[in-house]
């Protein structure tokens, strides 16, 4: 018998609990049990909606068409069946829309989409013959039209029920079913919707991610284990079915029997034969469990890998809070998590192997979602990757890791500052709060007392790498990335690529450069390739020379900018490229958001394997756009283009693409090593003058958009004019280059005196062929004569110069630095924040009682209002006096 309270309980979480995420769930549920044993209702200790509304038998047959396996998840399935309205699920990452696939296949499902032509039609079809109906991709808002399928309206005409959809009745058949699922990760439903369906969260959690993972790396790893695993697991349901069976055959024998059941020869065989039966029965599910046991037992020996990747999966799904454009599939992860269990080195040591897969999954990863982050994100998606993996080994504390970002909170400091002089008030608050964590007891009180040698620290060119002072010498990590916040928060951005480097190694601060043939060679005729643009990026150059040299130049790309009335035209191109498999390239898809919808339906209807030409590519570029679909951005191959962050890098990106890297254009030149100088002293310019934008008004007053084609352009011109001209004609150089293709874009008078005097600086340098251009701080030549000729040499130069380059070398003061690195540390940790759950339990106070005393402390620190009305009486509203207008709305206005 079931407790009154598990009943009203279970009922109130199928009614409301649905949206919420485990934790919520949990924390409601614990709330509710709390107030039934105050209400004295009886009720379970530990309440679990399966014990109360589950049946074992469908569930396992859940499973096994693809529900995962946690206790979430499970409770979702008896929610779905279980609620009086329809289900809506929330389902980023596919897991619904699976499972009810595999559930409903025998049912013949019908699967519709809202922006299907005909779905209205099949809709009423299977209302009226009784068939289950999944509707896919559902937004933000439904149709009207389905809104007496959500209400359940049915009326009855002669003992025949009927419902009313649009203008057409259709007979409404008792064994219609029907789904609904979205794709958006946080969707918000209004009210006038949320009640007329069962809200489901169906986001995966890590226990069910983590069981998923593991049984994918047993099934990789000890495949014959697994198989037993599986055929165990139908073993054991088709025996619970049975089971099942055999209790109804016995029920019905008993309630149907009449008189003196002894006497019932019929009812006893059947009994005798049912007591054989499910004794059969009983043994097998030992020997099962037993076996069951052993094989979880070995499989439970990979789990580490499984927690590892699951930790890796969640820190990605979280990037699509900083961009809406960072939406990855769980798809997507799972196929690089398969490869890299393929890929890794094989050892026998189990030990030795879970390493190589677990290093060789986290590099891939980080090296395929790095390409799709813009460069201002691939440093924190390191740190939000590095902090992740030590939470799951508990190598971080919670309190430590928020203030860090936060820098704490607190209403006011009662410690006068020891150095007002050099020390900001802000630090030496946020010193005094530090204080407070579990290593810096005491932090506040020894910098009150060794004011000088942390000055020291203050005043070094680099703090992030000298060593603090007495008994904090020993601080890392975190805490001490903390005590660098509080005195230093500029130099932050170092500090954090130091510790990723101490934790997770070097290749974790190098993201790999831009490599369009690795990101093709890595794609399908079926996933579309997505440039996501940023201001100045202009991928078509490059992707038109790529085409010619995989042989698809000319008419085999095609290219189209979307905007008003061109999408039917970009249709027929995909149409027509489909089956010939030639490439289309759609322009700006964020200009044409009203068709997005239906290039969503063509990705996913028409461009099928069965139909698709091998050859075919889609390529789309877009600015960052929340109405970009997400299930393209999910099963597409994302690539960014913006120029790298730093001198290094930039002049990297130039080396190793077109036209550089190619060695008919690199050796072209009559006159070589004039040439090779130029081209070096031109790349190291635009570096130069794209990296000054990251100073603000100290590198130029107007931040212009430099880009590629003015880098490509001038190339051309110093090649052609130096294969033209006998001597170098370096005021014509300097005019184009300067004057036309970077200063055309220049408006401010300052900033193009700025750009010809850098300019000069270069040009001056490479026309006179026996001078050495020296430019970097540590006086580092930059242009060997005995190697001009060979191009790896500018390569090996570039990459053994600093990551950050010294302010010195744009030709500015150290201090410079200073605000720029301010300002790319509130970037950073701003960026972190947003990935992170909006409350935290820190201390003795829960958030609403921090907030509640801050806003109570502002409030007693607020001046007195003015007095409108004695205001009025002194100074009245006169025609003469008009200023007294003008100080009766500033009153109204500063009150306020």
């Known amino acids: 018998l079931i407790d009154k309270g598990d009943i009203l309980l279970s009922s109130g979480t199928v009614s409301y609990l649905g949206a919420f995420t485990v934790e919520y769930r949990i924390e409601c549920q614990e709330q509710w049990h709390i107030l039934c044993q105050e209400k004295k209702i009886p009720c379970s200790e530990d309440l679990t909606l399966s014990n109360t509304l589950g049946n074992q038998v469908a569930i396992r047959a859940w499973q096994i068409a693809g529900l995962p396996v946690d206790s979430f998840s499970t409770d979702n399935g008896i929610i779905v069946f279980n609620s009086r309205r329809w289900p809506l699920m929330i389902d980023p990452q596919g897991q619904a829309n699976k499972w009810i696939k595999n559930m409903e296949k025998a049912n013949k499902l019908a699967v519709i989409k809202l922006s299907d032509g005909n779905y209205v039609r099949v809709l009423e079809n299977c209302i009226q013959s009784g068939t289950p109906v999944l509707l896919e991709n559902v937004g933000e808002e439904l149709d009207p039209v389905l809104e007496p399928v959500l209400l359940k309206q049915t009326f009855k005409q002669q003992g025949v029920e009927y419902m009313k959809i649009g203008e057409n009745i259709v007979e409404y058949s008792k064994d219609f079913l029907f789904y609904m699922t979205t794709g958006l990760r946080n969707p918000h439903y209004l009210p006038e919707v949320a009640v007329k369906v069962c809200l489901l969260n169906f986001m995966i959690t890590p226990q069910g991610l983590q069981d998923q993972l593991l049984g994918l790396v047993a099934a990789k790893e000890k495949p014959e284990l697994e198989e037993k695993k599986n055929q165990l697991i139908l073993e054991s349901a088709a025996n619970n079915k049975q089971l099942k069976e055999i209790e109804d055959k016995i029920l019905q024998v008993l309630s149907s029997s009449q008189g003196n059941i002894l006497e019932d020869e019929t009812a006893i065989e059947i009994l005798s034969s049912s007591k054989v039966l499910s004794e059969g029965i009983s043994e097998k599910q030992k020997i099962a469990s037993v076996t069951e046991k052993e094989i979880d037992d070995t499989r439970m020996g990979y789990r580490p890998v499984a927690e590892h990747s699951s930790i890796m999966f969640f820190c990605i799904s979280e990037l699509a809070n900083i961009e809406p454009m960072y939406q990855y599939s769980l798809t997507w992860f799972i196929y690089l998590y398969l490869y890299s269990i393929a890929q890794s080195l094989k050892s026998d040591d189990i030990e030795e192997r879970i390493n190589n897969i677990v290093e060789h999954i986290t590099l891939s990863i980080y090296k395929n979602v790095c390409r799709s982050l813009f460069e201002k994100d691939k440093l924190l998606f390191s740190l939000l990757l590095t902090v992740g993996i030590m939470q799951g080994k508990g190598r971080v504390d919670d309190q430590v890791w928020r203030f860090l970002l936060t820098g704490g909170i607190a209403l006011d400091n009662p410690y006068p500052n020891p150095a007002p002089e050099w020390l900001s008030d802000k630090s030496w608050s946020e010193i005094v709060r530090a204080s407070k964590l579990p290593n810096l007891d005491g932090f506040f009180d020894h910098v009150q007392k060794n004011v000088s040698k942390w000055k020291e620290l203050y005043d070094s060119g680099k703090p992030h790498k000298d ?430």
């Open 467 to 896: 060593q603090l002072p007495d008994r904090w010498s020993g601080l890392g990590g975190i805490d001490r990335m903390v005590v660098i916040r509080c005195f230093r928060p500029d130099k932050m951005v170092p500090a954090v690529q130091d510790f990723i480097v101490d934790n997770m190694g070097q290749a974790y601060i190098e993201p790999p450069t831009f490599d369009l043939a690795g990101s093709y060679s890595d794609s399908n005729c079926c996933s579309p390739l997505i440039f996501v643009l940023s201001p100045g990026s202009d991928p078509t150059a490059g992707l038109l020379k790529f085409a010619d040299d995989r042989e698809m130049g000319g008419s085999k790309t095609q290219t189209i900018s979307l905007g008003q009335g061109q999408g039917p035209l970009a249709a027929q191109m995909i149409d027509k490229a489909i089956k010939e498999g030639t490439w289309v390239v759609l322009q700006n898809c964020h200009l044409a958001t009203s068709w997005m919808p239906a290039l969503e339906r063509i990705c996913e209807e028409t461009i099928t394997p069965e139909n698709t030409h091998p050859s075919f590519r889609l390529w789309l570029t877009s600015y960052p756009s929340d109405k970009f679909p997400v299930s393209i951005l999910q099963n597409g191959l994302k690539m960014t283009n913006e120029p790298p962050k730093g001198i290094r890098a930039n002049l990297l990106r130039s080396y190793l693409s077109h036209p550089i890297s190619d060695p008919a254009f690199f050796g072209s030149s009559k006159k070589q090593v004039i040439w090779q100088k130029f081209l070096f002293g031109l790349t190291f310019f635009h570096a130069l003058v794209q990296e000054r934008r990251n100073f603000g008004p100290l590198g130029w007053n107007i931040p212009y958009e430099f880009n590629e084609s003015d880098l490509r352009i001038s190339m051309r011109q110093i090649q052609m004019f130096l294969d033209e001209y006998e001597e170098v004609p370096l005021e014509a150089l300097t005019y184009l280059t300067g004057e036309c293709n970077y200063g055309g874009r220049v408006t401010d008078d300052k900033d193009r005196r700025l750009l010809m005097s850098l300019l000069s600086i270069f040009f001056n340098h490479c026309e006179n062929s026996s001078t050495s251009l020296i430019i970097l701080p540590d006086k580092e030549i930059c242009f060997l004569k005995k190697y001009c000729l060979f191009f790896q040499t500018y390569v090996n130069y570039t990459r053994s110069l600093p990551i950050c380059a010294d302010p010195c070398v744009f030709g500015l003061h150290s201090n410079a630095d200073i605000t720029k690195d301010n300002q790319e540390t509130n970037q950073l940790l701003d960026g972190v924040l947003l990935t992170l759950p909006r409350q935290t339990g820190g201390g003795a106070k829960s958030p609403q009682e921090v907030v509640d005393e801050l806003a109570e402390d502002i409030l007693s620190k607020l001046p007195a209002d003015f007095d409108i009305q004695i205001v009025l009486e002194k100074y009245p509203v006169t025609y003469e006096e008009s200023m007294n207008t003008v100080l009766r709305q500033e009153i109204i206005r500063f009150n306020r």
